[in-house]
Protein backbone atom coordinates (compact mmCIF):
# COMPACT_ATOMS: atom_id res chain seq x y z
CA UNK A 1 0.00 0.00 0.00
CA UNK A 2 1.05 3.97 -0.85
CA UNK A 3 1.52 6.25 2.24
CA UNK A 4 3.15 9.34 1.91
CA UNK A 5 4.81 11.50 -0.76
CA UNK A 6 5.34 10.11 -4.00
CA UNK A 7 6.57 10.57 -7.06
CA UNK A 8 5.15 8.23 -10.17
CA UNK A 9 5.97 7.93 -13.98
CA UNK A 10 3.14 8.62 -15.92
CA UNK A 11 1.41 5.37 -17.47
CA UNK A 12 3.07 6.79 -21.15
CA UNK A 13 6.32 7.73 -19.85
CA UNK A 14 9.44 6.95 -22.37
CA UNK A 15 12.46 9.38 -23.47
CA UNK A 16 10.19 11.73 -25.58
CA UNK A 17 7.13 11.90 -22.76
CA UNK A 18 8.96 12.18 -19.40
CA UNK A 19 6.01 13.13 -17.21
CA UNK A 20 5.84 12.30 -13.61
CA UNK A 21 2.87 12.99 -10.96
CA UNK A 22 4.45 14.40 -7.44
CA UNK A 23 1.64 14.10 -4.58
CA UNK A 24 0.29 12.31 -1.62
CA UNK A 25 -1.14 8.96 -0.73
CA UNK A 26 -3.51 9.13 2.74
CA UNK A 27 -3.11 5.73 5.37
CA UNK A 28 -5.51 4.42 3.65
CA UNK A 29 -3.77 4.35 0.20
CA UNK A 30 -5.64 7.10 -1.38
CA UNK A 31 -4.88 9.79 -3.36
CA UNK A 32 -5.22 13.35 -1.36
CA UNK A 33 -4.78 16.89 -1.69
CA UNK A 34 -2.66 18.11 -5.03
CA UNK A 35 -0.98 16.38 -7.47
CA UNK A 36 1.45 18.53 -9.64
CA UNK A 37 2.41 17.01 -12.90
CA UNK A 38 6.12 17.42 -13.96
CA UNK A 39 7.66 17.16 -17.46
CA UNK A 40 11.37 17.18 -18.66
CA UNK A 41 12.25 17.43 -22.37
CA UNK A 42 14.66 14.78 -23.93
CA UNK A 43 18.25 15.37 -23.21
CA UNK A 44 17.30 18.05 -20.21
CA UNK A 45 17.42 17.17 -16.62
CA UNK A 46 15.54 19.82 -15.43
CA UNK A 47 11.92 18.59 -14.75
CA UNK A 48 9.11 21.67 -14.64
CA UNK A 49 6.01 21.75 -13.89
CA UNK A 50 2.86 21.82 -16.24
CA UNK A 51 -0.36 21.64 -14.40
CA UNK A 52 -1.88 19.68 -11.38
CA UNK A 53 -4.61 17.74 -9.74
CA UNK A 54 -6.30 18.23 -6.98
CA UNK A 55 -8.08 15.43 -5.01
CA UNK A 56 -11.12 16.36 -2.82
CA UNK A 57 -13.12 13.35 -1.49
CA UNK A 58 -11.95 10.90 -4.20
CA UNK A 59 -13.22 13.15 -6.95
CA UNK A 60 -10.16 14.67 -9.47
CA UNK A 61 -10.06 18.55 -10.61
CA UNK A 62 -7.57 18.41 -13.31
CA UNK A 63 -6.22 21.84 -14.55
CA UNK A 64 -3.70 21.65 -17.26
CA UNK A 65 -1.26 24.73 -17.61
CA UNK A 66 -0.13 25.25 -21.21
CA UNK A 67 2.69 27.68 -22.11
CA UNK A 68 1.77 29.57 -25.18
CA UNK A 69 4.94 30.90 -27.47
CA UNK A 70 3.76 34.35 -26.37
CA UNK A 71 5.04 33.73 -22.33
CA UNK A 72 1.37 33.51 -21.25
CA UNK A 73 -0.25 31.01 -19.49
CA UNK A 74 -3.25 28.88 -20.69
CA UNK A 75 -5.35 26.76 -18.19
CA UNK A 76 -8.10 24.33 -18.93
CA UNK A 77 -10.17 23.19 -16.23
CA UNK A 78 -11.07 19.18 -16.63
CA UNK A 79 -13.76 17.35 -13.82
Known amino acids: MKIGKWIELD ?5 DKQDT ?4 YN ?3 KKVGRWDIMYCKP ?15 HMIKK ?10 IQMKGLT
Open 11 to 15: EEFYF
Open 21 to 24: HDGQ
Open 27 to 29: KNG
Open 43 to 57: YEQEYKQMGNIVVVD
Open 63 to 72: EIRQRLESGQ
